[in-house]
């Protein structure tokens, strides 16, 4: 296992921030960029074989199973539903109607759901909830959308429901399946912990991660495998809010790139990301898991490897690089690229 002492020696610093004249705090980070044609690296700042969980960034990993065993034409599910089972959604008004509605069209209900009640994660949203006297329920909970996914391929399986968070559940041994064939990792390179929602989650080398993010960029269009992929990327293209919620950057970059470049944020300052008119597949770990970190990062890293146009620049660069506030809501900082 990689020393924490390496780990942070090797990052590169990515972005920064200020208060009034002063740097008041420096964020690093390990990136790499892989090709999808022909799986060489074309860009990596740290260490690219950090071994990293992506957390909430394998989403569109684990949303693979729904459309490529038929689950979600079976059920007639909407790009929207694809979307948000691929989102670590703010649990704002429209993502709860969405899942809710789902989970009755197959059956199921929020009891089945094992990722935990939780308070939406948009402020806004949050209040509403608490202000109305009702209570955190595990609809509001970010990963809802996914649980629903993996609720949906087991009635099309004809798999049990219960227990589907269990590592040995069928539901969990093909996601770690496609994961083994997407990354290319040795299964010796994968080892697995328990996510904030209760699902098994990975650590493996990020420049493995990225290459399975790369084959989304680069898919068979030939093979169930390679449509699957390129509709699921349609899918957040079509709607992106779905994906995360008001005002988050990774929403504000599908919407501006029309889905060029589709982003899934994860817990802890990991991003995976999928540059499709490069055919691109990047992973983004900083050592700081500040939300607004990570994004001011992910954009950090765009604009270096030059993928975003002027016109996306201007707009996207607001969204990524936030100001910094005080208490009384006034601006006393801003977050800069290196």
């Given amino acids: 296992m990689i020393s924490a002492a390496h780990w942070f020696q090797k990052a590169e610093p990515l972005v ?19 090709d999808g044609e022909n799986g060489a690296v074309v860009a990596q700042a740290g260490v690219p074989d950090l071994p990293a ?34 989102a670590s959604h703010f649990g704002e008004q429209g993502h709860v109607d969405l899942v809710r509605s789902w989970l009755e069209h197959i059956g199921c209900t929020a009891d089945d759901l094992v990722c935990g009640a939780d308070w939406p994660m948009y402020p806004e949203a949050r209040v509403e909830v ?59 390179d994968i080892k ?9 989650t990975p650590v493996l ?12 960029a680069r898919p068979d269009a030939g093979t169930a495998r390679g449509q699957a992929q390129t509709r699921l990327l349609d899918a957040i293209a079509a709607h992106p809010w779905y994906i995360a919620g008001t005002g988050h950057f990774s929403v ?22 999928v540059i499709r008119d490069k055919g691109w597949g990047m992973t983004l770990k900083m050592l ?20 975003l146009s002027d016109d996306e620049r201007a707009i996207l660069e607001p969204v990524a690089l936030k100001p910094i506030h005080n208490s009384r809501g006034a601006v006393v900082g801003q977050r800069h690229v290196i």
């Fill in 16 to 34: 920064y921030a200020t208060r009034a004249d002063g740097i008041e705090t420096v964020q690093g980070g390990h990136f790499v960029v892989v």
């Fill in 53 to 86: 969980f992506p957390r909430s960034s394998a989403k569109l990993i684990q949303g693979l199973p729904l459309v490529e065993s038929g689950a979600a034409s079976a059920y007639d599910l909407s790009a929207a539903h694809l979307s948000v089972a691929c």
């Fill in 130 to 188: 608490i202000s109305s006297g009702a209570t955190r329920t595990s609809l509001h909970h970010n990963c809802s959308g996914k649980h629903s996914g993996f609720l949906t391929v087991c009635r099309h399986e004809g798999w049990a429901v219960a227990g589907y968070d269990d590592p040995d559940h069928p539901a969990q041994k093909r996601y770690a399946s496609n994961l083994l064939a997407l990354s290319g990792a040795a299964e010796a």
């Fill in 288 to 307: 700081d898991g500040i939300s607004d970190v990570q994004d001011a990062a992910l954009f950090a890293v765009l604009d270096r490897l030059g993928v």
């Fill in 192 to 200: 697995w912990g328990v996510d904030g929602c209760a699902l098994p």
């Fill in 252 to 273: 504000a970059l599908a919407r501006e790139t029309k889905g060029r470049i589709i982003a899934k944020m994860g817990a802890d300052g990991y991003y995976a990301t």
């Fill in 205 to 216: 080398p990020m420049v493995d991660m990225a290459r399975a993010l790369a084959s989304f």
